[in-house]
């Protein structure tokens, strides 16, 4: 059995980018399950994960539970996330880490106030005055 090198220091595995980049990567590739949108479902999926040293993730696992969909969409989510490499003093670590994922309804664009198009009066008369136009609005 080899000795650990005393030189090497502790590294443990983060996101590239650190948790900012994280959740961002996670709210990005997020994708509503129709069976919660349905539902009209909002709340919170708490996941817990392991890294291995060569920085993938493994052994996924919901804590808080939401249904519907949401709980397997932010288990894909998790396994595609890709950690730097850890190590303590030269061998390979592993390290246990949670992730709160937000499941929010997306907002609908509000309708503008008024709609309108404008449409030039066709007269009947023989004479057109180039300069005098007249339109209608419809709302």
Known sequence: MSKPRKDAPLKMPRYRGGDDAMLAFLQDNLNYPKQALEQKIEGVVEVAFDVDGRGRVFNARVIQS????????????????????????GRNVCLHKKVKVRFKLP?????????????????ESKEENPQKMSYTIRF
């Open 66 to 89: 939401l249904g519907f969909g949401c709980d397997e969409e932010v288990l894909r989510l998790v396994e595609l996330l890709k950690f730097e490499k850890a190590y303590n003093k």
């Open 107 to 123: 907002q609908a664009k509000p309708d503008p106030l008024v709609r309108y198009s404008l449409v030039p009066n066709k007269t």
